[in-house]
Each structure stands twice: as structure tokens, then as C-alpha cells.
């Protein structure tokens, strides 16, 4: 099962308009995502490290105040400095199609204007996520010649079984004889049976 994508909603700046955020938010987390709201006038500085204190997948902030040029650089520089830049930075407000282009040739997400969907946000961070984390919920292992996903490791031996197998090995050897060494086979070792000694009828003797 694929764990919840961890998303934090920000707004830097000193922008006091709040309710696209908070719908944002409530619809990601009704899309099954869990969701970190930091609240109005908040630092870059103070949005990277509870995004690094909260261990979020995605960083989503929200500005309307007209400093997406500064703002977006900013957060992404130090996303990398506190050494989360692999994670998603997104977002949205009133931002002109020109500027989009020129944040997302610095490397910043997919931005989303106003009347976007909530339904085609939730959609991106969930299609970013699949494709960045692709393959981590799959465990390498064989079981009859085929791959399985998913499969647990076999647990260790422990020393009271090995002591066990050890001396199972060594039963009927000699007292001072080194055991020899088992054949290593595919096929089960059939134990024959021991052949039962007659005694041999003694001739020319008595009885009593």
C-alpha cells in the first residue's frame, strides 16, 4: 500500500488573503493527502524548515501579493541549501503566463492561476509523485524462478538452530572422528535399512 503524499501549504510574505490557500488545502486533503497549513506571514526561511521538520513531498505556496519572481527563487534556493530541492515546490496566485515559464526554466513546479481546479492540482502533485518515487514499493526478491513483489526477507538463523543443525549433522560419528562432510544434493537421502543379523543354527549341539 502507498503511503499519504505530505504536502505543506505556505503563504510567504505579507500577503493577508488566505481563503484560496485554506480551499487548496481542504481539497488535497479530501483528495487523501495529508496536509500542512503554516498560516498567514510566514519566511521563506520559516516555510523550508517546517517543510524539512514535517518531512513534506511537496511544497505548495500561494501568492498574490505580486512577489512570485522573488518568493519562488528564494524558497527553491533554500530548499536545496537545507537539502530537500528533490521535493516538489508548486503552487499558484496571480501569475502571468510569462512569468510561469520563466520560474519553471529555474526549475520550480507546475503554477496554477485563478479558477484553476482543485481536482487538476490534486492530479499534478499525485502524477509528480508516482513518477518521482516510482518503484519504491517493490522488493527485488525470487520465489519459484519468478520475481515478487512486496516479498519478505527470510528472517536470520539464530544460534540455537544452528547449534541444532550442527549437532544433528555429527549424530552416529565416533567419539574423537572429525564428522565427514554432508553431500550437497537435490534429492532427499533415502536411509536404507539396516539388515537384521539371523542367528546361525549351531549343528551337532544339544539342546539342554
Known amino acids: ?10 503563504k510567504p510574505g505579507l500577503d493577508g488573503h488566505d481563503r484560496g490557500a485554506k480551499v487548496v488545502a481542504a481539497s488535497l486533503r479530501d483528495a487523501g493527502m495529508e496536509v500542512i497549513y503554516t ?14 521538520q514535517e518531512d513534506v513531498d511537496v511544497v505548495a505556496l500561494s501568492i498574490l501579493s505580486g512577489a512570485h519572481m522573488t518568493l519562488f527563487p528564494e524558497v527553491m534556493k533554500l530548499m536545496r541549501t537545507r537539502g530537500i530541492g528533490d521535493r516538489l515546490l508548486t503552487g499558484g496566485g496571480i501569475i ?13 513546479g507546475r503554477l496554477f492561476g485563478p479558477g484553476a481546479s482543485t481536482q487538476d492540482i490534486a492530479r499534478y502533485i499525485r502524477g509528480w ?7 519504491e ?5 525470487r520465489a519459484g524462478g519468478k ?43 533415502t536411509a536404507k535399512p539396516k539388515p537384521v543379523a539371523r542367528a546361525k543354527a549351531s549343528s551337532g549341539r544339544r539342546r539342554g
Open 96 to 108: 502571468p503566463a510569462e512569468d510561469m515559464a520563466t520560474l519553471a526554466k529555474r526549475g520550480v
Open 137 to 141: 514499493a517493490r522488493v527485488p526478491a
Open 147 to 189: 520475481a515478487v513483489a512486496n516479498a519478505k526477507a527470510a528472517p536470520p538463523k539464530t544460534k540455537a538452530v544452528a547449534m541444532r543443525k550442527r549437532a544433528l549433522a555429527t549424530v552416529g560419528a565416533k567419539p574423537g572422528a572429525a564428522a565427514k562432510p554432508r553431500a550437497t544434493t537435490n534429492r532427499k537421502a
Open 39 to 52: 498560516g498567514l506571514h510566514q519566511t521563506p526561511e520559516q516555510i523550508v524548515e517546517a517543510a524539512a
Open 129 to 135: 509523485f508516482d513518477e518521482a518515487h516510482r518503484g
Open 1 to 10: 500500500m502507498q503511503r499519504k503524499i505530505r504536502v505543506l501549504v505556505g
